[in-house]
């Protein structure tokens, strides 16, 4: 987040998004090959 407010509740489930899929974010920002990520269950 930049700028702005999100609720507690919602950024810990941003959260744990980044945490399950940071190594296929890394690889994205090095590569710029970008692919759809499958969202929490």
């Known amino acids: 987040m930049i700028d702005g407010d ?3 509740k919602a ?10 899929n940071y ?4 690889e994205m ?3 710029q090959v970008f692919t759809k990520l499958e969202p929490l269950q």
């Open 6 to 8: 999100l609720p507690l």
């Open 11 to 20: 950024q810990n489930l941003v959260k744990e998004w980044l945490e399950a």
């Open 23 to 26: 190594d296929k974010l890394i």
């Open 29 to 31: 920002w090095n590569t």
